[in-house]
């Protein structure tokens, strides 16, 4: 196996957690609003999102964090969810999308 091939193993593991993280992050009554593969939909976004908008490219704070905001990504969701008929999602619920996949992130900066 190449490390072309490990590399995508590994991002498809990390994925498969990231989505876990948030499914257990979302309210009760919002679990079964989202299916995997919507949950999985909204974090390529968000990702995209990330690669596309310089937010991370924007200098940490003295405590070594960059400010990102919520608000945006949703609004970035919602905006390309409606362009590929994905739509139907509000505001309010993918927040709780766009805050558990910064919760998960930050699970991972603790470990360290």
């Known amino acids: 196996m ?7 193993l590994d991002d498809a593991a ?3 957690k990231t989505i876990a993280f ?8 919002l679990k079964e609003r989202f299916s995997d593969d919507d949950l999985y939909y909204f974090l390529d976004l968000i990702i995209d ?3 596309t908008s310089g937010c991370l490219d924007a200098e940490p704070d003295e405590e070594g964090y960059i400010n990102i ?3 945006e990504i949703v ?4 905006s390309e969810s ?3 008929g994905m739509g139907g999602f509000t505001e309010e619920e993918l927040l ?4 558990g996949e910064m919760e998960y992130g930050n699970t991972l900066t603790d470990e360290e």
């Open 2 to 8: 190449s490390s072309e091939d490990d590399f995508l």
């Open 14 to 16: 990390d994925d498969a």
């Open 22 to 29: 948030i499914r257990n992050y979302l309210p009760q009554e």
């Open 49 to 51: 999102y990330y690669a």
């Open 69 to 71: 905001d919520q608000d």
């Open 75 to 78: 609004q970035y969701l919602l």
């Open 82 to 84: 409606a362009k590929e």
């Open 96 to 99: 709780f999308v766009v805050q």
